[in-house]
């Protein structure tokens, strides 16, 4: 099976991060507790300019210094052996060779990955199976187009319905889980 998984609050836990570089870049304390938007910045009261000018000065270390989630690394290791995984994050190009070293620092192994924001349009150019992804808005359109997507669970994607073509994972085993019944489907 050809699986697309994301990396920011799906592979890695990037609010601590982000909420830890916005906090010192606004002066503010927000916690994860209070974090029920997928876009972070809006916590802060940010336009895109203001957010996009601070992520620029702080994302490389956003990104190095996100934590793996429990059982990502051991799971995508299991999943590579038998399937074909392509990273596919809406992060910017600026941040691709941290990206690449942060997955190779924690032995993270793949065979393709893109940086880009429309992954509906790269997973069908791409012939991908399912996406493993947590923005809320991805498991709405891929279900659109009835295309699997396994939204791994976050306090904002909560009111999205799991259903014929969106499998919600509370952690890694769960999406293994629904890696593996999708795999028997398909033979």
């Known amino acids: 099976m050809h699986i697309a998984v994301d990396l920011d609050n799906t592979v890695l836990d990037a609010t601590s991060a982000h909420l830890h570089y916005y906090n010192m870049a606004s002066g503010l304390s927000f916690t994860p507790d209070d974090v029920n938007d997928f876009f972070i910045y809006r916590l802060y009261g940010w336009d895109q300019a203001e ?3 601070i992520y620029h000065t702080y994302g490389h270390d956003i990104h190095w210094n996100s934590s793996p989630l429990p059982m990502a690394v051991e799971i995508l290791q299991q999943l590579f052996s038998q399937h074909q995984i392509s990273i ?3 992060r910017p190009l600026l941040f691709r060779e941290v990206t690449i070293e942060w997955l190779k620092c924690h032995k993270i192994n793949y065979h393709n990955i893109v940086l880009i924001e429309n992954k509906l349009q790269q997973c069908i150019d791409s012939k991908v199976d399912v996406l493993i992804d947590d923005g809320p808005h991805y498991a709405e359109e891929f279900a659109l187009v009835n295309k699997p997507v396994i939204l791994y669970e976050q ?8 259903n014929d073509f969106v499998y919600r994972a509370s952690n890694w085993m769960e999406v293994k889980q629904h890696i593996d019944n999708l795999e028997s489907k398909r033979i």
């Open 155 to 162: 306090p904002y994607n909560r009111s999205v319905v799991a």
């Open 51 to 53: 957010r996009e000018s």
């Open 88 to 90: 596919i994050t809406a």
